[in-house]
């Protein structure tokens, strides 16, 4: 198992810059790709960014690519994710998952409880 608890969320204003946390716990990330999804007010669950095992390869949904930046510390079993120029339309609930295959919104293996990020425009 693996306990994903996410952190840095807030009220921010449009413009402003936020860095989300993904603690994890139980077992070592370095085994699991990793990725952040969103879910706006009565939305779906939806793709944000996902970063391979070694950190070396990086994917983003087109709304956030050269905004967002992913990334993780697999020695600190941390993922972070950098949110630039944050716009209204980010406000959502942020939450990281692990898979050992490939984090998908629909199904992946573990997941945190989600961090509340609102952008006022």
């Known amino acids: 198992q693996v306990q994903l608890v996410e952190s840095g969320g807030g009220l921010v204003q449009a413009g402003d810059s936020l860095r989300l946390s993904c603690a994890a716990s139980?077992?070592?990330?370095?085994?699991?790709?990793m990725g952040w999804f969103r879910q706006a007010p009565g939305k779906g669950r939806t793709f944000v960014a996902r970063?391979?095992?070694?950190?070396?390869?990086?994917y983003y949904d087109n709304s956030v690519r050269g905004r967002f930046t992913i990334s993780r510390d697999n020695a600190k079993n941390t993922l972070f994710l950098q949110m630039n120029y944050l716009k209204a339309d980010d406000t959502a609930v942020y939450f990281c998952?692990?898979?050992?295959?490939?984090?998908?919104?629909?199904?992946?293996?573990?997941w945190g409880k989600g961090t509340q990020v609102t952008v006022s425009s």
């Open positions: 998952a692990a898979d050992p295959l490939v984090v998908k919104a629909t199904d992946s293996a573990f």
């Open positions: 139980g077992r070592t990330i370095s085994n699991y790709d």
């Open positions: 970063i391979s095992r070694s950190g070396n390869s990086a």
